[in-house]
Every structure is written in structure tokens, then in C-alpha cells.
Antibody
Framework: QLQLQESGPGLVKPSETLSLTCTVS??????????WGWIRQPPGKGLEWIGT???????YYNPSLKSRVTISVDTSKNQFSLKLTSVTAADTAVYYC?????????????WGQGTLVTVSS | EIVMTQSPVTLSVSPGERATLSCRAS??????LAWYQQKPGQAPRLLIY???TRATGIPARFSGSGSGTEFTLTISSLQSEDFAVYYC?????????FGGGTKVEIK
């Protein structure tokens, strides 16, 4: 059974870089059938797609965040990562990683449990 | 960007009753529409993809319909575990976008 687990600092200072890692277990991140994504949810609000990556390194980003986002993959560790630069309080959210089906835009299943990142000095 | 609009924002339903949730896209997304359920403190769970295909392990009381710009999620007989927030997501185009959610609460 595939499982995803987010990890990283729960508190980041304004203007600094948010860095999170998603560890995939129970399956290979290099499977040709799947892509891997990041989604976030501010407290009490809805879901926002951040970006999606294929194990080869191909990426798709939300234009609203593209200038600040980098998603990368480490196949040796079966992990993929998110970096978000110049964070503000508006970036405070629960960050989820999830698997996506296929190369075209697609749905997400399953999701990690999520990790709360608070931006505050 | 395709804007997804869900209605109503809150739906009050008694256990055993039918719930009908709506999702509208600002332009056609064909049948490239997914529904998720989210309970407090939990990650979203995929219910439906392809507008009408139930994900693995999803009970038959959940059904999805629609295509183009208008979609519906129906819960035929609400169980206690179904009270949650439901989100739709289009995957016809980048960027992927979600609706604002419908909270199904106990009446």
C-alpha cells in the first residue's frame, strides 16, 4: 500500500525559504505511471495546487507561485521536495504531497497526512 | 485558469437523507473532474474521478454525474461518517484548480 509522508520545519521566518520533503513508501517514485504533486491548504480555507513533478524531473507549476517554487526529485531516496522562497504569512498552510496519475493533468490519490507550516517571526 | 465554483457552501442534511452537491466550471473540463472528501484534521480522500467513476473502496452511495461545466456529487443516504467537506477538482487543464468546498453538516 503506497504511503506518503511530509517532513520539514513547522516554523519558517518571513522572507526565508520553506523546504519540505515527501517520502514515498510502498512503491517506487520512478514508476512510469505516476507523477507527484504538492497541494496546500491555509487554515480554514480551501485547497491550492502548487506543482507536480515526474521522476525524470519534468515539472508543472501553478503560475501564481511559479516565481517562488521549485519542486525536485531524489530517486535514490524515493523522495520529492518542495522549496518556496520569500515566504510571507500568506504561505501559512497545511502542505500535502500526493500521487497523481499519468502525464496529463490528473487527480490525486493517495495523499500524505499533511504538515502545518507557520510563517512567523 | 479554470475557476471551480461549488454550491451550496453549507448543506444541512439529516442522516439517511439524500445530499446533492454541485460544482460548476468556468469553461468546459469535459469529464476531467474529481471529487474529494475531507474530514477535520485529515487529508482529502479521493471519491470520484472521471466525473462518475468511484475510486477504490468508495461505497456505492456516492455517485458523480455531469460533463462540460456542470457536475453533481450525490450521496444517496447519508451516514454519520459522511459529514465532512467535499471538494471538486478539474484536471482538464493546467493549472489544476479546486472548488471552494461544500460542508455537509448534520441537520
Amino acid at each position: 500500500q503506497l504511503q506518503l509522508q511530509e517532513s520539514g520545519p513547522g516554523l519558517v521566518k518571513p522572507s526565508e525559504t520553506l523546504s519540505l520533503t515527501c517520502t514515498v513508501s510502498g512503491g517506487s517514485i520512478t514508476s512510469s505511471s505516476y507523477y507527484w504533486g504538492w497541494i496546500r491548504q491555509p487554515p480554514g480555507k480551501g485547497l491550492e495546487w502548487i506543482g507536480t513533478i515526474y521522476y525524470s524531473g519534468s515539472t508543472y507549476y501553478n503560475p501564481s507561485l511559479k516565481s517562488r517554487v521549485t519542486i525536485s526529485v531524489d530517486t535514490s531516496k524515493n523522495q520529492f521536495s518542495l522549496k518556496l522562497t520569500s515566504v510571507t504569512a500568506a504561505d501559512t498552510a497545511v502542505y500535502y504531497c500526493a500521487r497523481s496519475y499519468g502525464g496529463n493533468p490528473n487527480w490525486f490519490d493517495p495523499w500524505g497526512q499533511g504538515t502545518l507550516v507557520t510563517v512567523s517571526s | 485558469e479554470i475557476v471551480m465554483t461549488q454550491s451550496p457552501v453549507t448543506l444541512s442534511v439529516s442522516p439517511g437523507e439524500r445530499a446533492t452537491l454541485s460544482c460548476r466550471a468556468s469553461q468546459s473540463v469535459s469529464s476531467n473532474l474529481a471529487w474529494y472528501q475531507q474530514k477535520p484534521g485529515q487529508a482529502p480522500r479521493l471519491l470520484i474521478y472521471g466525473a462518475s467513476t468511484r475510486a477504490t473502496g468508495i461505497p456505492a452511495r456516492f455517485s458523480g454525474s455531469g460533463s462540460g461545466t456542470e457536475f453533481t456529487l450525490t450521496i444517496s443516504s447519508l451516514q454519520s461518517e459522511d459529514f465532512a467537506v467535499y471538494y471538486c477538482q478539474q484536471y482538464n487543464n493546467w493549472p489544476l484548480t479546486f472548488g471552494g468546498g461544500t460542508k455537509v453538516e448534520i441537520k
